[in-house]
């Protein structure tokens, strides 16, 4: 695909259930991030993949909340126990990383999940 | 923590150039300056970055100070479609940089 897909584009669930949020950034991106924004409000940075390194998980608000990203590609965010305060939409970018400068390009958004915890 | 400032909303007349400032006081020498915009009910958009040289696109100029203490994001000609919110951020030039979004600036386009 020529952008960034991710899936479902709406979920509704029940509070207490465990919810995945699929995201496939641009073949060839090193680079995956997930946002968070709920309604009303800016982006809220939840967990940053680069390579092969440790991901930064310094944004994920609680042990709730958990990402992979299997074979450098394919990335999963899954929310346990969904609480109603989870509601909100999640995005996901990628971004590859320059031959000559070793920096990250500019990341490329999905159009989000939909995530409503009734 | 963010680092940047920019004001919460803003309007412009449909066909005027749009002109988007942001402060980032605290701006190191590693660290570039780029520009999203996310219209409603969509993920953002990248539109330009810069380090100290203004730059140019087919979407928009960025102009930073001297001191790279701040710099202005500019529409040259704005559309109903440029109403967006517009986000200004610093990342540093390693490939460890994370994107972290302010509250942005509304731009309200107005016909």
């Known amino acids: 695909g020529a952008g960034v897909s991710q899936s479902p584009s709406n979920k509704v669930t029940e509070k207490g259930k465990d919810v995945e949020l699929r995201c496939d950034p641009i073949s060839g991106h090193t680079a995956l991030y997930w946002y968070r924004q709920s309604l009303g409000q800016g982006l809220e940075f939840l967990i940053y993949?680069?390579?092969?390194?440790?991901?930064?998980k310094s944004g994920l608000p609680s042990d709730r909340f958990s990402a992979e990203r299997t074979g450098g590609s394919v990335s999963t965010l899954t929310i346990q126990r969904t609480q109603q305060e989870d509601s909100a939409v999640y995005l996901c970018?990628?971004?590859?990383?320059?031959?000559?400068?070793?920096?990250?390009?500019?990341?490329?958004f999905g159009q989000g999940t939909r995530l409503t915890v009734v | 923590d963010a680092k940047t400032t920019q004001p919460t909303s803003m309007d412009c007349a449909e066909g005027r150039a749009a002109n988007l400032p942001c402060n980032h006081s605290t701006i190191s020498g590693n660290e570039y300056v780029y520009w999203y915009r996310q219209i409603h009910s969509q993920g953002p958009q990248y539109i330009i970055h810069g380090l100290k040289n203004n730059e140019t696109n087919e979407m928009a100029s960025l102009i930073i100070t001297e001191d790279r203490k701040s710099s202005t994001l500019i529409l040259p000609h704005a559309t109903l479609r440029d109403t967006a919110v517009y986000y200004c951020i610093v990342r540093p030039s390693s490939n460890t940089g994370k994107l972290i979004f302010g509250q942005g600036t509304t731009l309200q386009v107005k016909p």
């Open positions: 993949f680069q390579g092969n390194s440790a991901p930064d």
């Open positions: 970018a990628s971004s590859r990383i320059t031959g000559d400068t070793s920096m990250n390009t500019e990341a490329f």
